[in-house]
């Protein structure tokens, strides 16, 4: 059974213009936390997931490639 909050309802592609970003920070960059720490939170209370796996690392190195889920949003990472 898929757990509905790691449904993706949106898509949104992040240009990154450096080698990684951090988890917390991209959420808040991406528009999904109005803040790092609320980002931190996502994390924490089990929301977000790295390329469909569970990630519970909030300054997790998110580089290029990856795929992030969080409150029904796909945030696809791609280089400058």
């Given at each position: 059974m898929t757990s509905k909050k790691h449904l993706a309802t949106e898509t949104v592609e992040f240009v990154l213009n450096r080698e990684h970003v951090e988890l917390c920070?991209?959420?808040?960059?991406?528009?999904?936390?109005s803040s790092g720490g609320e980002g931190k939170h996502m994390v924490a209370d089990g929301e977000v997931t790295v390329d469909g796996k569970p990630e519970d690392?909030?300054?997790?190195?998110?580089?290029?490639?990856?795929?992030?889920?969080?409150?029904?949003?796909?945030?696809?990472?791609k280089a400058a």
């Amino acid at each position: 059974m898929t757990s509905k909050k790691h449904l993706a309802t949106e898509t949104v592609e992040f240009v990154l213009n450096r080698e990684h970003v951090e988890l917390c920070q991209l959420l808040k960059l991406a528009g999904i936390a109005s803040s790092g720490g609320e980002g931190k939170h996502m994390v924490a209370d089990g929301e977000v997931t790295v390329d469909g796996k569970p990630e519970d690392r909030k300054t997790a190195k998110i580089i290029p490639g990856q795929t992030v889920h969080c409150r029904g949003t796909a945030v696809h990472v791609k280089a400058a």
